[in-house]
């Protein structure tokens, strides 16, 4: 399962270039140099490139050991995987068949693997990192601060067990949104006689027909990726959308999609009908109650837009379990659930049931 | 001549005086002035009545009237059975101790009523929830004589039961307490909410997660166009909820307990 692999190399010294979220740019960690992503695709030339990156085949040995039981046929996991060799230390790597770059765990080297994004489209957009792993670390501290139902022993004993910037694969859909709905809605107003309460209530049947349109709804199209994540650190900032470029991606793993956008529409779909609705059920004003009796939504899809998406994924284990957070990598907006500590909760509670209680008996006994 | 005036008018005095106590021993203790009872029925209820009255020594009545506004001025049929027991002394002993069921046809309505410290202990208020629960279902289903064996079954069985120092249901929560200590249930919704909201508060913090089930922050701004609005008048209901009645007493399983301010009476009254 050999495989091509990119590295950008710095052109002053040729050591390996990664993209710095703070300042935009591809720099080089030995002498200090730092290019454009412009500057640096300008000056790779392909064609050089790939016959400089070809990948070697492994001489086979003749071992006196008995080989034909070491190890055994990948089976349907060849699939999923990939192999490929560092081009700074030669390391032989596997990785998964949708993870398009990531780094050596041996020299730290980071690497785009561009024939894993083989047979998948070319991402149309990229937001590039704007938040640092550091900044990813601060906001996960920050996350747990003022957590008074917190586990004391989350912050002692939970330690971060990985920090990854990742660039997501992320369907981006327009559409416009047509819906007719009917509601039964009533409007109430009461008056007192001397021993009667008059109610007297006016119904009416309301109509509302109108269209909204949405543009670039995303939806990430990674099934590894938890959905209630990735919907939760959004919206992204679209204006920080650039042509997609491989030079943002040296110093990050980045993954291709492997959910089809026609498998991602139906939650786009999902989304903007639900919204339209919303939208239509909030033209209908000045009655006490408004209840749905029907409706009928249809979608008019538009453009579908490819883009790679800045996280910064952050886990820790705490009691055998796993934690996952993940950061928003342009906005910072961080998310991921907490444990509890139901004593205390139930301890917090309590109090205020009892703190209510006294102070209301107080002021009325 | 002035002599003969004195004598005559002391006379007079004494018949008068007389004359209050000789209507007040007129009723009995079952009267029927509806006409629901045969007369073997009431001689039958009458002979029973005397005899538990007797024996415990407070007076228990059973009185039926067609309308009870026609004996008394007062509109609350239970301040016109209290008027009615001063007026004819009912009761026995000096505290002039009694337990009086009293119904008036006209409005099919019931009084029972429990005179002095003596009666309060014998019929306790979760006795008279039994009473209530044991007479009412055949007052319903207008069978006179049962409710009114039925009335003189419970006390028997209440005033012996207090003789022995054991009343029934004593120290056991009644409709009444339970309506009474509502205002204690009250006093905990406040606690409720505060402790809702202190969980929805800490808790929801902790769950940031999820899915998103709409598209809002996508919406293009101005973009939502209204092709159709219209509102059509369909009818109008009228509802009518009669106003609750300020009354002190509490209203509990469809009677209204009282205690009454001109003397140790205390019971409880409703329709049937």
């Not at chain 1, 470029?245 to 009908?273: H, I, N, Q, T, W």
């Not at chain 2, 301040?79 to 009086?100: C, I, K, P, S, T």
């Not at chain 2, 309505?109 to 014998?122: I, K, Q, T």
Request: proline share 5%; charged share 25%; hydrophobic share 35%.
């Amino acid at each position: 399962m050999p495989n091509e692999t990119v590295q950008y190399k710095c052109p002053a010294c040729t050591g390996p270039l990664h993209y710095a979220q703070g300042s935009g740019k591809l720099e080089c960690d030995y002498c200090g140099s730092s290019y454009s992503p412009e500057e640096i695709e300008a000056l790779q030339n392909p064609d050089a490139q790939k016959a400089v990156q070809a990948f070697e085949e492994a001489q086979e040995e003749q071992e006196n050991w008995v080989l034909s039981q070491a190890g055994s046929d990948w089976g349907a996991d060849e699939k999923k995987l990939r192999a490929y060799s560092c081009p700074n230390c030669g390391a032989e790597l596997i990785c998964e068949e949708t993870t398009a770059a990531t780094s050596c765990p041996y020299c730290g080297n980071p690497t785009v693997i561009p024939g894993n994004l083989s047979g998948a489209r070319k991402p149309d957009y990229i937001i590039p990192f704007a938040k640092t792993r550091e900044d990813a670390v601060a906001a996960l501290k920050k996350h747990y601060s003022h957590r008074p139902i917190l586990p004391r022993s989350f912050m002692k004993d939970s330690h971060i067990q990985e920090v990854k910037g990742v660039y997501v694969p992320f369907w981006l859909f327009d559409a416009r949104v047509e819906a007719d709905m009917t509601f039964n809605a009533t409007r109430s107003h009461s008056h007192t006689t001397s021993d009667e309460i008059i109610t007297e209530t006016d119904h009416y049947l309301v109509h509302r027909a109108g269209s909204l349109e949405f543009e670039k709804v995303p939806v990430d199209g990674a099934s590894k990726m938890p959905d209630g994540h990735m919907d939760a650190i959004e919206p992204y900032d679209y204006s920080g959308l650039k042509p997609f470029s491989m030079s943002y991606l040296p110093g990050f793993l980045a993954d291709k999609y492997d959910v089809s956008r026609e498998d991602s529409s139906r939650r786009a779909r999902e989304r903007c009908a639900s919204s339209t609705e919303n939208a239509l059920r909030e033209t209908v004003l000045g009655y006490s109650t408004c209840v749905t009796t029907g409706k009928h939504v249809h979608i008019h899809p538009g453009d579908v837009k490819y883009a790679l998406l800045p996280v910064w994924l952050l886990s820790t284990q705490w009691q055998g379990k796993n934690f996952l957070f993940a950061m928003n990598g342009q906005t910072g907006k961080l998310i991921g659930d907490l444990p509890i500590d139901k004593k205390r909760l139930w301890g917090y509670i309590a109090g205020a049931f009892a703190a209510a209680t006294v102070l209301l008996g107080w002021l009325f006994v | 001549m002035k002599r003969k005036i004195f004598v005559l008018s002391l006379l007079l005095v004494l018949l008068v005086s007389l004359a209050v106590p000789t209507a007040a021993e007129t009723l009995d203790n079952v009267t029927d002035a509806a006409g629901l009872l045969t007369t073997d029925q009431q001689q039958a209820l009458e002979r029973r009545a005397e005899e538990i009255s007797q024996t415990y020594e407070l007076g228990v009545y059973v009185i039926a009237v067609d309308d009870f506004t026609r004996y008394s001025k007062k509109p609350d049929i239970y301040d016109a059975q209290v008027e009615l027991f001063d007026r004819y002394g009912l009761g026995l002993g000096e505290d002039r101790a009694a337990a009086v069921f009293f119904i008036s046809m006209e409005t099919r309505e019931f009084v029972l009523d429990f005179n002095s410290d003596r009666a309060h202990y014998a019929f306790t208020e979760k006795g008279r929830d039994l009473m209530e629960d044991r007479v009412l279902p055949y007052l319903r289903d207008n069978d006179w004589y049962g409710a009114f064996n039925e009335f003189l079954n419970v006390c028997q069985e209440d005033l012996e039961a207090a003789q022995a120092g054991t009343p029934v249901g004593y120290g056991e929560v009644s409709r009444n307490d339970s309506q009474e200590g509502g205002f204690s249930i009250l006093l905990f919704v406040p606690g409720v909410l505060a402790a809702a909201i202190t969980g929805v508060v800490l808790v929801a913090p902790m769950r940031s997660a999820g899915k998103k089930g709409q598209a809002d922050d996508y919406a293009v701004p101005g973009s939502m166009q209204l092709t159709r609005q219209s509102d059509h008048f369909l009818r109008r209901t009228v509802t009518r909820t009669p106003r609750p009645k300020q009354n002190s007493s509490s209203s509990s399983g469809g009677s209204v307990s009282h205690s009454h301010s001109s003397g140790s009476h205390s019971g409880r009254s409703g329709k049937f």
